[in-house]
């Protein structure tokens, strides 16, 4: 395996050499500790497959919330990345209002880059309050509002006067941060400082919750809803995912978040519990194994016998649904190979999906993951701060006074938090097998060196690698956009995910590919320079 890595690198120049070394860890279980670079900068000249910090702040954390008129200050092209771009879906409620079928932009021009553009943006906000009436604006800044230095915050709070409704400034522009987790910091700590605690609700439900970091790709969050419900539990919001920002006002009255994508929300996690005491829980429901193991911890949590039974009952109901179904897939598929690279969190939890099937994984990567996201929060003290983190502003919070309350004693955490994964999360890295390999920041001739050498059977990708590997004859399935199928959550999403990837492998297309660069050498090279 370290021949097979010293031929991935060996074509780069020293420089890029060590530093994509560090990116790059071969799965020791042996060892304790394995560290990984990430968070960092990709190299000039290298083809990333990473976003920008407005994907992450609008297009993802923001964008799914349905009873909001998002603006998108910027020019039309950006405005690209709204509701259907990101494959945003909603059920909406008696008395909910939802925007999410259009898409709202200042359509800034040159003379706006030369003179201004903010009285363009107060005008869309007034046409937007008169055709639209929302009780919520967001408005998100694109590159050139950074550049030209638009004061939107400004905007904002003249429009909030005017008008009594939440106007929400967010300064995500495109080239802020490393990635989109950039973006996630922005429009999360936003709706911390500016919706949550905002509307005390009458709770007549048991067992209020916050299902966080989940944003409803592929329908995914209607399955978790539709579980959660049937066993009994009350969703007060989601983060955000069917989402809406009136729910999220009253989030501070929930006694659990659950946190699915860890690096998208954890320090909002973490603020929830120190404001208002409420802690938080690491689940996992894509695959069933994960799903059962996500709802016993949640009704250990809750501690109370009648939960506890129901969740029984309705995992057993569940499974039995879908067993026949999985079997039959697993026989189809047993010994076959994944490669995945993703975000900053599929990777991880698609491994146990695809176990489930009898797919082993080979190589796992993230796109913009942190070093706790791959080795375990416990490294988090240890994580450098560098000068591009230093340009996404801090959010400090304090404990509120009137609303803080423990859900559960001290010793009763401390004790529970040695059985379930209470306020933590252990990372990628430590579930993965003996010589695998755990990838960040992967680029695309790592890509084509790893598939050509590894040759899995399926390389789960978003849109812009996934031709790279049909081009090859290697099944790709988009773990982003599911290939717009879907859901693949919990129990019945599992079955819905196996048949779409055994039909992808399992396809005889492949043998047909034959590209011409396997029958000849494709382009030589050397790098010039001193490098
Ligand atoms: Fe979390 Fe996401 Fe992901 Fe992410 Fe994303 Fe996404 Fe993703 Mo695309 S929040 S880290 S920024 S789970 S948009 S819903 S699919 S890269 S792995
Ligand atoms: C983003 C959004 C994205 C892109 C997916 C892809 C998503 O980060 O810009 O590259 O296919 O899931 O929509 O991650």
Redesign the pocket.
Known sequence: IEETLEEVIDSYPAKSMKNRKEHIVIRDTSQDKQKIMANTRTIPGIISNR?CCFA?CQ???LGPLKDVVHIVHGPIGCCYYTWGM?RNQAVVGENEKNFLNFSFSTDMQDSDIVFGGEKKLEQAIDEAMEIFNPGTIMITATCPVGLIGDDIHAVARRAQEKYGISVMAFSCEGYKGVS??AG?HIANNELMEHLVGKKEIELEAEYPINLM?E?N?GGDAFEIERVLGKIGYKIIATFSGNGSAEAIMSAHEADLNLV??H??INYIAEMFREKYGVPWLKVNFLGVDQTIKSLRDMAKYFGDEKLIQRTEAVIAEELAAVEQSLAMYQDLLEGKTAFLF??????HHYQNVFKRIGIDTVVAGY???HRDDYEGREVIPDIKMTADDRNIPELEVEKDEQRYHLRLSKEKMEELAKEIPLNNYEGMIKEMEDGTIAIDDLNHHEQVKLTKILKPDIYCS?IKDKYTSHKMGVFSKQ??SYDYSGPYAMFKGHVNFARDVANGILSPTWGYINPPWKKEAGLEGNYGGDY
């Open positions: 976003g992450g297009g993802v954390v990101r989109q987790s996630h970091g944003y790709i699915q994508c690096r998208s993703v975000g900053g969190s599929r990777a796109e913009f993951g978003g773990l982003h």
